[in-house]
């Protein structure tokens, strides 16, 4: 069951230290994504979505691109499972809507494809090695759908 969880928008250089420590858990630790490849000059001009715990805890992160990408979404091992992912990508959906954007993208971990599916994102690629682990490209077409995660899809 999925306990309170707050999501912020926040800026990159206000909230460096807990994005960088949750991605590096996920990508770099857990992933074993090369620290060359997890950073970019994205970052700084990113719109950055953080999860903190009911006790204030970083939990989660994703960012999204003025080009309507989502990416960098990483959720905490120990959070995993509780629904946290589903609030995150609803409100990173949420967000690209109200700025407009018609077609939302991002690239998916294989393992992960059913979950973006339940979204309302399609896969239109064939997979592909990034980092070392097998992606594809996802898209939804965001007037077309208005499917959310509900915590029974997961």
């Known amino acids: 069951m999925l306990a309170n969880i707050y999501i912020d928008e926040v800026a990159w250089s206000q909230n460096k230290q807990h994005l960088i420590h949750i991605r590096t ?15 970019d000059d994205q970052d700084a001009v990113a719109q950055h979505l953080l999860v903190r715990s009911s006790s204030d805890e970083p939990i989660a992160c994703a960012r999204l691109l003025s080009n309507g990408s989502i990416g960098r979404m990483a959720v905490l091992k120990a959070w995993r499972g509780m629904g946290v992912g589903a609030k995150l990508l609803n409100k990173a959906i949420a967000l690209h809507r109200q700025q407009g954007v018609s077609t939302i993208t991002l690239s998916a971990q294989v393992h992960a494809i059913l979950f973006y599916q339940q979204a309302g994102f ?23 759908s208005e499917h959310r995660i509900s915590m029974t899809d997961i």
């Open 25 to 39: 858990k996920v990508f770099i630790e857990e992933q074993k994504v090369p620290v060359a490849l997890e950073w």
């Open 122 to 144: 399609n896969v239109v690629s064939e997979p592909y090695l990034e980092a070392g682990i097998m992606h594809v490209d996802m898209q939804l077409i965001a007037d077309k």
